[in-house]
């Protein structure tokens, strides 16, 4: 089964990834944790330092390509692995960053998201971009404007595929946030898919 998290920086998708990961194993079953970032913030972290921002076109050329590798790799690693896969990120995370910036979808992420296995369900965590923005200013690691993280969080609602998305409150506590996500877990093992038995991980 794989699971994909997407959500504004700030959202929890990292914690929440790992919570979830971690309470299957407690649960004696197999879980994987894999993510697919795109070198966001390290790059943020370095233009605060030097005194300076990429250009949009630039900064997504790089993220991109960061992104797509990481999410190709995964996906082969996913293939050959049993039980709960959950990824952390996904390409649905750079076509909204790229909405965000003003650049438009492309080609070639639609195109694989077309070709790669679709997600058993892609998990939308919302939170409030004043809430986002509070934690990222707690976490002292990056730095992501208020006005950045709500054009980020509009972008998503504007995506083609947001309506698919399993929405879930990430502004809880991460022990109730872990819960939730186990339940939208455990209610996709309940569905069979073309006719087969539910998936048991």
């Not at 979808?105 to 409030?128: C, I, M, S, T």
């Not at 986002?132 to 707690?138: E, F, K, T």
Request: net charge positive; with cysteine.
């Amino acid at each position: 089964m794989l699971i994909v998290l997407t959500g504004i920086d700030g959202s929890g998708k990292s914690t929440a990834a790992q919570a979830l990961v971690s309470a299957v194993r407690a649960d004696g079953c197999m879980a994987t944790l894999l993510n697919n970032h795109a070198g966001r913030r390290s790059m943020s972290v370095l233009g605060a330092r030097l005194g300076f921002r990429l250009p949009h076109r630039l900064s997504d050329a790089l993220e991109t390509t960061f992104r797509v590798w990481n999410v190709l790799v995964n996906h082969l690693r996913a293939a050959r692995t049993d039980g709960l896969v959950v990824m952390d990120r996904h390409l649905y995370c750079q076509l909204a960053l790229r909405a965000t910036k003003g650049l438009p979808r492309g080609r070639l992420l639609p195109w694989l998201l077309g070709k790669l296995p679709a997600p058993d369900a892609v998990v939308h965590l919302e939170v409030d971009p004043g809430v986002a923005h509070q934690r990222i200013a707690a976490r002292g690691t990056d730095a992501e404007t208020l006005e950045d993280l709500a054009a980020f969080a509009h972008a998503y609602r504007q995506l083609p595929e947001y309506w698919s998305f399993e929405k879930v409150d990430a502004s809880v506590p991460v022990p109730e946030l872990t819960r939730r996500l186990a339940g939208v877990v455990h209610g996709l093992e309940r569905i069979p898919d073309k006719g087969q038995p539910p998936v048991t991980i």
